[in-house]
């Protein structure tokens, strides 16, 4: 097993003090974003081509991904559950993505500036936004910029207009 993989399996030990990270840590820091940008582009994606992400992530992690985790089924109070046992938090996090994946529930990121969430959409294909806070801020904000916009032209066109105006009036 190579190293990289046992510090991404080690993605709970985390530097709760301010002091900086140490090379070790931040090795683990810079994979741990790596890891949560492959996981949000997968939920981007359809299962079927998460292949695809071999281009932009290591092939080691997109296999990774692509592996399922060893899945249990038993009798709990009479019904059948079945049960994957997680030794790390990536294992949960690559197990939910693979769920997701597997029932074709697709994410996207919010438009919303400043938003950035993920949220199924669904079968609404329109859908860009991942609420009705983030949806009615935006509209909230794009009116304003059209006003101020429409300010902005309004004050640039004065000197034609004048001059439009005077000669209409000079008439
Ligand atoms: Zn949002």
């Known amino acids: ?49 998460w292949k695809q992400l071999e281009r932009e992530y290591p092939a080691e992690w997109v296999r990774e991904l692509l592996t399922p985790l060893p899945l249990t089924v038993e009798a709990r109070e009479g019904a059948p559950t079945a049960r994957v046992v997680c030794q790390s938090l990536l294992d949960v ?31 609404y294909e329109g859908k860009i936004y991942c609420t009705y806070e983030c949806a009615h801020r935006q509209a909230v904000r794009d009116g304003r910029k059209r006003k101020r916009q429409a300010i902005e032209k309004a004050r640039n066109k004065p000197k034609k207009a004048a001059v439009r105006t005077n000669g209409r009036k000079a008439k």
């Open 1 to 49: 097993m190579q190293g990289s993989y046992v510090l991404a399996r080690n993605i709970t030990s985390k530097n709760g003090n301010d002091q900086p990270l140490s090379p070790p840590q931040r090795l683990l820091d810079v994979e741990c974003s790596g890891w949560r940008e492959l996981l949000r582009d997968a939920l981007q994606m359809d299962y079927s081509d």
């Open 93 to 123: 996090l690559i197990v939910t993505t693979q769920l997701d994946g597997i029932r074709g529930l697709r994410q996207r990121v919010c438009r919303a500036d400043g938003c950035g969430e993920l949220f199924p959409f669904g079968n």
